[in-house]
């Protein structure tokens, strides 16, 4: 993204950044933008939307859903301190985690492994039974076809409440979202890729270009495909190639969707909804471009196990990227390691990169990596505990999601596992695992046979730097079976 490029056909512009206003999970609230407004207050976080508008009936609704288990309807001049929810659809028994409309339907996925067809009045049409964990994406195809994904790495294909075909192992871990095209459908994974599918269920094409978990999708209107993911980047697509890279400065880019003008929205870990336009007269003015620009190249990546030696020298760049969004890592003349990353026709710096680990004394080391945490989770007495490895700039819900389904342990565990890690790992500075930290010592005992404990690895409770054992560790969560 170059602020002097702002008539390239190519060239995505922020239209403007909206602050403390959280796109995906760990909110409670739905703000709305023209003439500020808290539309609805949730009693627990709030992790996906859609706008409802059933033109033959005149409606319109912003949906809801999130922890609270419920999809809440209100009107989008609704007020959350004056009005309650025209409508609550109650049903999931977990999460839900997936919203899609069209028309006069709304389509939830939930942790509790169904999706739920409802009319816009509130009355539930179907329940899509047949994933074995949570169903992270669901679209409406028509009023009776719908298509669903999850967890468990399957597509399935329903006619109401039937599944009508199922596609196995489309990914190597679990997919995210899933897209309707026009000859087809697209999916995104945690295997860091993406899939293009045709309405048959044959792969067509497998994109490469994410350096990691890739969450959400959507189209232009021009056809081009676009994506998000860990790696704190949006990708654009088209005819099977990347086409641009757009990095912010974020860890992760959890959501991305296009309004109806085409303009891309985007939501980020940094709290902050970006909008990115083609349109020059929607574009930001040059400072906001240029503050963007600056926040981009000074972002700080964390690199485990940095070897400066090893690093090339900065005029490597001399040389031509070979596709968009090629990352380089290099050292300056100076010393200092940076980011590049190769958009448009030149090298864009992305980021400095430090060193995660800092004092490595102080993490533990778990399959070759170090970590803030290393959790002891015991699923069954006489076997030897799993281990939950957790930094305190991960997601929690991505590190919890990852250990269960590395595991094969029900998805009914994530909520809990997601409070134990925010509960236990609060104030946890980057690459600083301070014992203090750890201040619920004792056990904790709900009513399950899953036990998870505290594992770090500090000067007071490590015998070595690289031991993944506490011989003092308590058992902090139990979990029932």
């Not at 028509?142 to 329903?158: K, P, V």
Request: aromatic letters at 8%; hydrophobic letters at 30%; proline letters at 3%.
């Amino acid at each position: 993204m170059e602020g002097e490029k702002g008539g390239d056909d190519d060239g995505e512009k922020i239209l403007k950044k909206i602050p403390n206003v959280d796109a995906k999970s760990l909110q409670k609230t739905i703000e709305t933008w023209e003439n500020p407004l808290i539309n609805y207050k949730s009693t627990a976080f709030i992790n996906c939307l859609t706008f409802v508008d059933d033109k033959s009936n005149n409606k319109q609704y912003i949906a809801s859903g999130g922890n609270e288990k419920i999809v809440n309807l209100t009107l989008p001049i609704a007020n959350a301190f004056d009005n309650e929810p025209e409508y609550s659809l109650i049903g999931h028994k977990l999460n839900i985690c997936s919203l899609h409309s069209k028309n006069d339907l709304i389509l939830s996925g939930s942790w509790d492994g169904t999706a739920k067809v409802w009319t816009d009045e509130g009355k539930l049409l179907y329940t899509l039974i047949g994933h074995e964990h949570s169903v992270w994406g669901a679209k409406i195809i028509s009023q009776n076809e719908f298509i669903t994904c999850g967890a468990d790495r399957t597509i399935r294909l329903w006619l109401k409440d039937k599944e009508v075909k199922r596609f196995n192992n489309c990914h190597s871990d679990v997919i995210r979202d899933i897209l309707v095209l026009p000859t087809g459908f697209a999916s995104c994974s945690n295997d860091n890729t993406i899939k293009i599918w045709d309405k048959f269920g044959s792969l067509k094409k497998t994109l490469y270009g994410h350096d990691n978990f890739v969450y959400s999708l959507d189209i232009l209107p021009n056809g081009d495909l676009i994506s998000c993911g860990e790696d704190r980047s949006i990708r654009i697509w088209r005819d099977y190639n990347c086409i641009q890279v757009i990095t912010l400065p974020c860890i992760s880019v959890w959501k991305v969707c296009v309004s109806p003008n085409g303009d891309i929205i985007a939501g980020s870990s940094d709290n902050l909804i970006r909008i990115f336009s083609r349109e020059l007269s929607r574009q930001a003015d040059k400072l906001k471009l240029e503050e963007f620009d600056k926040q981009v190249k000074n972002y700080a990546i964390q690199q485990q196990n940095l070897n400066k030696e090893d690093i090339p020298p900065i005029s490597i760049l001399q040389k031509k990227g070979k596709k968009e969004g090629e990352t380089k890592i290099v050292k300056t003349s100076i010393g200092t390691i940076e980011a590049h990353q190769w958009i448009g026709d030149r090298w864009m710096k992305i980021g400095d990169v430090l060193d995660s680990a800092g004092s490595n004394d102080k993490k533990i080391e778990f399959n070759g990596k170090k970590y803030d945490y290393v959790f002891d989770v015991d699923v069954q007495e006489g076997v030897p505990p799993l281990k939950l490895p957790y930094n305190a700039n991960d997601n929690p819900y991505t590190s919890a999601e990852k250990f269960l389904a590395d595991n094969e342990l029900p998805y009914t565990y994530l909520d809990e596992v997601v409070k134990f890690i925010l509960s236990n790992t609060s104030g946890v500075s980057l690459g600083n695992n301070n014992s203090s930290n750890n201040n619920n010592s004792g056990d904790k005992k709900s009513s399950d046979g899953l036990e998870i404990s505290n594992n770090t690895n500090s000067s007071q409770n490590a015998s070595n730097e690289n031991s993944i054992h506490n011989p003092d560790k308590a058992k902090l969560l139990s979990l029932k079976n």
